[in-house]
């Protein structure tokens, strides 16, 4: 989540958890007189490593929105789960974890899990691998529904992820399945590691993330898969400029 575009209310970081209500997660409550499910979404959707929160992100700045990086909820509960000591498989500690987890986006960008910074933790690859295991459960997915739903407010939504336009915003007003090949999105990754200091294999990578892609794509409860109004759009050849400008595109095209 990017700090400006976090709908996390402009005077400091938010740290809501089990007690605060779950609409409002991370959002402070819509004023009286505004429908926050009248507010606009765009669902960006797609595989691991296909630019979706960048693009998203710059997005949402474009048009002034807010801002949801869903994924992160899950890698939350995976790095909750670890630190827990539960396993992966076992759905109901799982399902209890997502349902209580004390998050916090802050407006800098910072990401708590409690009172601990998890900005870096969360981008760990063992992290984001356990968010895709734990990712497979109805319940935990059920458990995270309302978190994602409270980030929609005026004057609007760009909210990234796997089920964003399938499950979670089916009303989204422009739906974008986001891709690129496994290579340039193992490449893309690699270099995201390398920047942040965090060491990092391609050839590694490559396969992690073709796993994931299979995991992702072949789960019972919403499937990686393109909404049927989605609109396909393959960033393989594309530039990060360019993938925004197609989007933007799209928007203002809509009929
Ligand atoms: O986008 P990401 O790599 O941060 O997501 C991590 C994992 O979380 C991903 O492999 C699958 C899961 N996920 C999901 O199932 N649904 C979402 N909307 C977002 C993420």
Do not use: F, M, W
């Given at each position: 989540m990017t700090g400006s575009d976090v709908p996390s209310g402009a005077d400091g970081p938010e740290v809501v958890g089990a007690a605060a209500p779950r609409v409002d997660a991370g959002t402070r409550p819509v004023p009286a007189g505004l429908d926050a499910r009248a507010a606009p979404v765009i669902a960006i959707d797609g595989p691991t490593?296909?630019?979706?929160?960048?693009?998203?992100?710059?997005?949402a700045a474009n048009l002034g929105w807010h801002y949801l990086d869903s994924g992160a909820l899950y890698r939350l509960a995976a790095l909750a789960a670890i630190r827990a000591g539960a396993g992966f498989d076992d759905p109901g500690p799982l399902a209890r974890i997502a349902a209580t987890l004390p998050v916090g986006f802050a407006p800098d960008g910072r990401?708590?899990?409690?009172?601990?910074?998890?900005?870096?933790?969360?981008?760990?690859?063992?992290?984001?691998?356990?968010a895709s295991r734990i990712a497979v459960h109805g319940a935990v997915r059920d458990a995270l529904l309302a978190l994602q739903r409270g980030f929609r407010r005026p004057p609007g939504l760009v909210a990234d992820g796997r089920d964003m336009g399938s499950v979670v915003f089916p009303d989204a007003a422009l739906k974008v399945f986001l891709t690129a090949s496994a290579e340039s999105r193992a490449d893309r990754r690699h270099k995201q590691l390398i920047e942040k200091g965090i060491s990092a294999n391609l050839w590694s990578l490559l396969q992690d993330l073709r796993t994931r892609d299979a995991r992702d794509a072949s789960r019972s409860v919403a499937p990686l898969v393109p909404a049927e109004d989605a609109h396909v759009l393959d960033s393989t050849t594309l530039t990060v400029d360019e993938t925004v400008g197609r989007v933007l595109a799209l928007w203002s095209a809509r009929g």
């Open positions: 490593a296909s630019g979706k929160g960048t693009i998203a992100q710059r997005v990401i708590r899990l409690g009172a601990d910074d998890v900005t870096d933790a969360i981008r760990a690859e063992a992290v984001g691998n356990g």
